[in-house]
């Protein structure tokens, strides 16, 4: 089946640098989306991509569709200790048809620690 | 978690008793997808449910699982004879439809089913 492979697996940081995470995949998806994880809770959505080549930036955050549609990139800028997390990328496959398809694959999550 | 409502949150079983776990889409989604969460793992699709129709099972053990989406009331994804591997999170996410680019799914805020 269809693998993610998110790295790296966990970061610890100070509070104030700007993190960087990625995706990338041997298949192609259609859509990429980015959630975050905390303990004991569903994942939350943060970004949504559509389009490859698309760029979008929630508050401090910034998220990339790679041109390939095989990758994606998560940026986390001037990181505060609430940022602290499991960071998971998502992806919708291309089925046949050529429209996305509800079967999300997940990436194995960035755990993200930040120290203040 | 944007409205998708999970209950119970936790719950403790016996091997050989059954589990019924019960999701309540977001208002106006007709699209129900169950995952289930290892310990310090991604997320794995189970079942994909529309309302009264079962899409896609790929994900589900063919034994003791089953999902329902009636066309009143909750899903429920049904665990009979549960072992202790079915110790887990399982989440279930929403959608408005599928099939297009805009069917983001949002998460419940989980199960979490321990199996004594």
């Known amino acids: 089946g269809q693998q993610l492979n998110q790295s790296p697996q966990s970061m610890f940081i100070q509070e104030g640098e700007d993190v960087s995470m990625n995706c990338t995949s041997s298949s192609i998806f259609n859509t990429w989306l980015w959630y975050k994880q905390d303990p004991g809770e569903g994942p939350v959505l943060l970004i949504a991509l559509y389009k490859a080549g698309e760029l979008t930036s929630n508050g401090r955050l910034t998220a990339q569709f790679g041109i390939t549609r095989k990758d994606s990139f998560l940026n986390i800028s001037a990181s505060i200790p609430s940022d602290v997390g499991i960071y998971f990328c998502a992806g919708l496959p291309r089925n046949a048809g050529g429209t996305s398809y509800g079967k999300l694959t997940f990436g194995q999550g960035t755990i993200l620690t930040v120290h203040p | 978690n944007a409205g998708v409502m999970q209950n119970p949150r936790h719950l403790v079983r016996r091997r050989g008793q059954e589990a019924r776990l019960r999701c309540s889409p977001m208002?106006?989604?007709?699209?129900v997808y169950w995952y289930r969460q290892l310990p310090e793992e991604g997320l794995k699709f189970m079942v994909y449910?529309?309302?009264?129709?079962?899409?896609?099972e790929s994900g589900m053990p063919k034994e003791r699982f089953s999902a329902e989406f009636p066309k009143e009331g909750p899903s429920i994804l049904r665990i009979q004879q549960v072992v202790r591997g079915d110790s887990a999170a399982y989440f279930c996410?929403?959608?408005?439809?599928?099939?297009?680019?805009?069917?983001?799914?949002?998460f419940g805020p989980g199960t979490r089913l321990t199996v004594l």
């Open positions: 996410a929403s959608s408005p439809y599928a099939g297009g680019f805009t069917d983001t799914q949002y």
């Open positions: 208002k106006g989604h007709s699209h």
């Open positions: 449910l529309q309302k009264e129709n079962i899409i896609d």
